[in-house]
């Protein structure tokens, strides 16, 4: 079986879709196709898909922050591996490819933020090289 990486495409979306209700993000395809049409507009955003064989089992999306206090980094949005493909070095195959992604733009941080009661991933992100930095809350409002 061969992997093999790519950029995100338009007509993933069903795929995305459905890899995203795991992760615990559920949206219609027409909602995930919104989303992917405006990614794919913005240059300082990035999106890879893993395909094994014919089938997407994964997908990261990154992108390029800016912040007043600090030099810029890129984030890691989001990052899902099907649950059945698991523990294969895809998730790990996927953060390398925005790392070389925020390599090429001149970046030297990559940072990703999990939830609190993610453990599993923290434990994930800790064996591929990241370090914790900080816990924060998040807040939301409605506009």
Known sequence: MSLH??????????????????LGY????SETEARINALLLHPDNCAF?????QTIIGWIHGFYTLRLESEPFIEIAGLVVDENYRNQQ???KL????????????IS???VRCQTKRTETHRFYQ????????????????M
């Open 5 to 22: 990486l790519r950029n995100l495409r338009l007509e993933d979306s069903e795929a995305i879709s459905s890899l995203s209700e795991q």
């Open 26 to 29: 559920p949206s219609t395809i």
């Open 49 to 53: 898909v893993a395909v094994l064989e």
């Open 90 to 92: 895809t998730g790990k």
């Open 95 to 106: 953060v390398e490819q925005v790392k070389e992604w925020g390599i090429k733009k001149g």
């Open 109 to 111: 941080k990559l940072r």
């Open 127 to 142: 064996k591929i090289g990241f370090t914790q930095q900080k816990e924060q809350k998040v807040f939301d409002m409605d």
